[in-house]
């Protein structure tokens, strides 16, 4: 598979549909652009390394059985990135880096409405 020139991403690290509404505006700027809305899932990382042992303990046991490494997040969201079906547009990815659909808030009002406040917050945010 080769890589496209033409990728322009933007990868967001939450499942929140806020980001990922107002991300479906930019492609009508940047119609060569793609933008991806990722949820990366639960990946086995030292996030509780400067818990107490008896959360860490567990917590660290399960992540072992069913978080996915690292490494393997990496690879997914990498491959994702680089993939030619995604090279123009906007998707949502799931922790498998497998285009999910969108939701019934996906609206073109609803887009339009996330992507005003989100440039009025911006801005009021400067202005201070």
């Known amino acids: 598979m080769a890589t496209s020139t033409r990728h322009a991403l933007i990868v967001g690290g939450s499942a929140g549909i806020g980001l990922g509404v107002a991300l479906s505006v930019a492609p009508l700027h940047a119609p060569q652009a793609s933008f991806m809305h990722i949820y990366p899932g639960w990946v086995n990382t030292d996030l509780l390394k400067s818990f107490p ?3 860490r303990l567990p917590v660290n046991a399960i992540s072992a059985l069913f978080a996915t490494t690292i490494e393997t997040c990496g690879e997914r969201m990498t491959l994702a990135l680089t993939k030619d079906e995604f090279a123009v547009g906007w998707k949502l ?3 498998r880096a497998e285009e999910v659909p969108k939701t019934k808030f996906h609206t073109d009002e ?4 996330v992507w005003d406040y989100t440039i009025q917050t ?4 400067l202005k201070k």
């Open 53 to 55: 042992w008896y959360i």
């Open 93 to 95: 990815l799931d922790e």
């Open 122 to 125: 911006i801005d009021d945010a």
């Open 110 to 113: 609803l887009k339009d409405l």
